[in-house]
């Protein structure tokens, strides 16, 4: 019984990538919810390889700190002068002295490769028990590429460099992908008769094909389904048309997974994200990090949602999320801002321009416009009037606001943590509220009005105020009169929505 080939990996991070012109390491920058190298790490994942080891040099401390997060069992090892590729393996295969069967190279830059095609190359090689092979792609346009070429019988017999390359050769139009296999002890010594004998004065891994060819060893050619899948990066305009091509290929696959994108050209989806089936998303919409879209959700149009949580049912209108979770039929939107740990159970609505940040909103509550909430726990089917401020910062602490299941919040109130406000208890409007409120107590804390009598007349003389106001008086057009059964405390204000209970204290909310 054979055994199983032992497999090592090694991506070539090291490259500073100048035309990027960034601080940025290249293999850094991001694309769709994973770097650069990410997305390659990805990809090679699925062969279960026994070690992983990735080549850096520029930018070593900020890639070695993300390897650390995004995949801490791979080894970076520094390649601390770029003296080629081939050098650059070289190094990578000291630091893995005992690697024996399968060698994978893969340049840190083809985000676009899939694992399916990695391991079909490792299948044809370790196949064929050939001495090294290259991923090779047919491409409309090689330029900046390196060219494959082959014998008279379709061998290849050497892989050559555009700035190398004779005329003939970068006429061709199939490519090195810069992915390749290699036998461990067969490349072990290929390396070790690298010259710099070229026009970069470097060590070119693809010189090892040449050796190999010289020395009669067996040599192969895998050739790409998808040339796409071979592209690299190399500045910020190669780095946009990636991420195009990358959301093409996400919309489509979830689209045939049952979730409609109604506007995919400008829907932007994350790999890391997850939607359910039946799910919606609206046009202009960023999906990213972590988040989840349950089933029969409505994202969209202009929703940007990050490492947020929306559940079955929910509608999710023109807003920004960003750790948050919005429970089962939830509503949120138009123009609110969930903040981290903003938490909405069943049913619960946040509306325009509300922030929640740290803060449960009950199932069936509301929080309908123009009011902040921070720091609060919010129980189940209270209603939270237009303009209430949750006051949750003392400029040195930040203190929690509780209100009660069914309680009533008015218009204009300021809630100032710490306080808590009972269940089914009322807070008049325009109340700014600093001590607990029982259950079923209404709490007011406004100052009587007053009406100077005459006072537009006497200090305002001659303006427009001023002759309405006379002619108000003299019961002419646009005279003003109680409203007809208005009872004590009521305030009627035109708008469908307002909710003003008989209490005697003119308390005032909006749903």
């Known amino acids: 019984m054979s055994q199983p080939h032992l497999r090592t990996v090694v ?7 100048k035309r990027m012109k960034s601080a940025l390491p290249k293999v850094l920058h991001p694309l769709l919810g994973r770097t650069l190298v990410g997305h390659v790490l990805t990809a090679a994942a699925p062969l279960g390889a026994d070690r992983t080891v990735v080549v850096v040099g520029h930018g070593a401390d900020q890639v070695r700190a993300h390897l650390a997060e995004i995949a801490p069992q791979a ?13 650059a393996v070289r190094i990578a295969l000291d630091a893995a002295p005992d690697a024996t069967g399968t060698v994978v190279v893969i340049n840190g830059d083809v985000p676009l490769l899939r ?18 092979t290259v991923l090779a792609a047919e491409v409309p346009d090689p330029t900046g590429l390196g060219r494959i070429v082959r014998d008279a019988d379709g061998r290849l017999e050497q892989i050559v460099e555009e700035r190398d390359a004779t005329p003939a050769q970068r006429a061709l139009r199939e490519i090195n992908a810069g992915i390749y296999a290699f036998d461990a002890t067969r490349l072990r010594d290929a390396l070790g008769k690298l010259s710099t004998d070229n026009d970069q004065g470097e060590e070119y891994l693809t010189d ?22 071979t592209l690299g ?38 790999v890391t994200v997850a939607l359910d089936r039946d799910a ?22 202009d929703v940007t949602l990050i490492d947020t949580v929306v559940g079955p049912g929910a509608t999710v209108l023109r807003s920004h999320a960003v750790g948050a979770e919005v429970g089962p039929g939830a509503t949120v939107g138009p123009y609110a801002y969930l903040r981290p740990d903003a938490r909405l159970a069943e049913k619960a609505k946040v509306g325009t321009f509300v922030e929640v940040k740290n803060s449960e909103v009950g199932a069936g509550a509301k929080v309908p416009h123009l009011s902040y909430v921070g720091d609060a726990t919010i129980g189940a089917k209270a209603n939270i009037g237009a303009a209430t401020i949750f006051v949750n910062y003392d400029g040195v602490n930040k203190h929690r606001t509780t209100v009660g299941e069914a309680a009533f919040i008015g218009c204009d109130t300021s809630l100032i943590a710490p306080v808590e406000v009972g269940a089914g208890a009322y ?27 005459g006072w537009v007349a006497r200090k305002r003389a001659g303006t427009a105020s001023a002759e309405a106001a006379e002619r108000a008086r003299r019961g002419g ?26 209490s005697g204290a003119g308390d005032t909310a909006t749903e």
Do not use: K, Y
């Open 11 to 17: 991506v070539l991070a090291a490259g500073e990538g």
């Open 75 to 87: 080894t970076p090892v520094l390649q601390a002068e770029q003296l080629g590729t081939g050098h």
């Open 115 to 132: 694992p399916e095609t990695v391991a079909a190359l490792v299948e044809a090689h370790e196949g064929v028990g050939a001495a090294a």
């Open 208 to 229: 090892v094909f040449g050796l190999l060819v010289s020395a009669g060893e067996p040599v192969a050619v895998h050739v790409a389904a998808d040339h796409v899948e």
């Open 233 to 270: 990066c190399n500045d910020r305009v190669e780095l946009a048309a990636l991420r195009r091509l990358l959301r093409d290929r996400v919309n489509e696959a979830w689209m045939r997974t049952g979730v409609s994108l109604l506007d995919p050209d400008t829907t932007w989806i994350d």
């Open 280 to 301: 919606v998303v609206d046009q202009n919409t960023q999906l990213r990090g972590g988040t989840v879209v349950g089933t029969g959700a409505v994202v969209g149009p």
């Open 427 to 453: 807070v008049a409007a325009g109340s700014a509220v600093t001590q607990d409120v029982p259950p079923g107590a209404l709490g007011v804390t406004r100052a009587p009005q007053r009406n100077i009598d």
């Open 477 to 502: 057009e646009g005279a003003w009169a109680a409203p007809v059964g208005a009872s004590e405390g009521e305030a009627i204000h035109g708008d469908a929505e307002a909710v003003s209970p008989a």
